[in-house]
């Protein structure tokens, strides 16, 4: 697992998908974080057959680990697979549904509080 500061930022650059689903999930939390660089936070997300998560302060992206299912951004739908990428932009409602067994995905954040700029 990458090495954490005392402040809790990530020291390493490269965290692989083995470390990711072995890595400890605060209390409270729905995914761990990884890495962390100025705006950017990495966290990995593995829900357990519901999806509760809410809109989020930052613009994030996700790319599935692995699994299948419906991706629910605002008011579109998308069927979503393994390697697929997703964004969502800051204070979008947004969830995973029907998902399989095994579903997991990298998230990550970045960019200012309410998002950036999409002009």
């Known amino acids: 697992m990458a090495e954490r500061t005392e402040s809790g930022s990530v020291r390493d650059f490269a965290v692989s998908l083995a470390e ?3 890595a400890p999930i ?12 100025g705006s950017m936070t990495v966290r990995f997300y593995a829900p357990d057959k519901i999806d509760r998560q809410t809109p989020h302060d930052q613009d994030e992206i996700y790319v599935v680990a692995s699994g ?9 739908r998308a069927k979503f697979e393994t390697g697929h990428v997703l964004f969502v932009a800051a204070g979008i409602e947004h969830r995973f549904e029907d998902f399989t067994d095994n ?11 309410g998002g950036e700029d999409a002009s």
């Open 26 to 37: 605060p209390e409270g939390a729905r995914s761990a974080q990884l890495m962390d660089r």
């Open 20 to 22: 990711a689903r072995t």
């Open 103 to 113: 579903f997991a995905t990298w998230v990550v954040f970045y960019g200012p509080q």
């Open 68 to 76: 299948a299912g419906w991706f629910v951004n605002g008011d579109r």
